[in-house]
């Protein structure tokens, strides 16, 4: 079946600290592989996204590849802000039009 | 363009209830999605449409569930005879034909059923 892990938080960092957030998924075939932010008080907002093994998604500063090797798509960012502050959610879309989402990691980032 | 809406925001309900809650997609996307996000989860599918036919119905959604986009723009989802075990929120999200991985999503329905 399909599915994706995410790493549990909560996640605390202080400003300008590095970040990742680990995310594994379960599939047949080769799903696309997405990063969805949930900003306090508004809806989900996907960050980025990968299609195929070694793409590299990247988007206000976080990167994730997708490794098929390790079915991992890990999230990072070298130096976050307050204001990347959220919930993130990993994803994935096999061949079918289901999306399956993980459990989500909230990080919360200390000024 | 306005983004997903979803009406209404928030729906307290007595168990036995039937509720109903709509989503407005962005105009133009032709699928629209439905998902059941309970606290501390990720979104859930539960089903979805591809203009005005529902293609896909996830084993989560109970005889007691039904979707509706009846020309294809806006969507209904019924509960009736609401449980407790259907407070959640209700996710809305609508993709266009030429970019279907990319998702919008609506701020959601929090359904409190009492």
């Known amino acids: 079946g399909n599915s994706v892990t995410q790493m549990e938080g909560p996640v605390t960092l202080s400003e300008e600290a590095f970040l990742t957030i680990n995310c594994t998924y379960t599939a047949t075939g080769y799903p696309s592989l997405f990063w969805y932010v949930q900003y306090p008080g508004e809806g989900l907002q996907l960050l980025l996204k990968a299609t195929k093994a070694d793409d590299k998604g990247s988007n206000k500063g976080f990167e994730a590849t997708y490794r098929k090797e390790t079915t991992s798509f890990h999230l990072e960012k070298g130096s976050v802000q307050v204001s990347d502050s959220a919930v993130y959610f990993c994803a994935l879309k096999n061949t079918g039009n289901q999306f399956y989402f993980g459990t989500g990691t909230s990080l919360t980032v200390i000024p | 363009d306005t983004g997903v809406s979803q009406d209404p925001r928030h729906k307290i309900t007595k168990r036995g209830q039937n509720v109903t809650f709509r989503c407005d997609p962005i105009?133009?996307?032709?699928?629209l999605y439905w998902y059941r996000q309970t606290l501390g989860q990720g979104p859930e599918f539960l089903t979805y449409f591809q203009n005005e036919a529902q293609l896909e119905k996830s084993r989560l959604l109970s005889d007691r569930f039904s979707a509706e986009r009846p020309k294809g723009s806006f969507s209904t989802l019924e509960i009736q005879r609401t449980e407790q075990g259907d407070s959640a929120m209700y996710l809305c999200?609508?993709?266009?034909?030429?970019?279907?991985?990319?998702?919008?999503f609506g701020p959601g329905t929090r359904l409190l059923v009492l």
């Open positions: 105009s133009e996307h032709n699928r």
């Open positions: 999200a609508s993709t266009h034909r030429g970019y279907q991985e990319t998702q919008y």
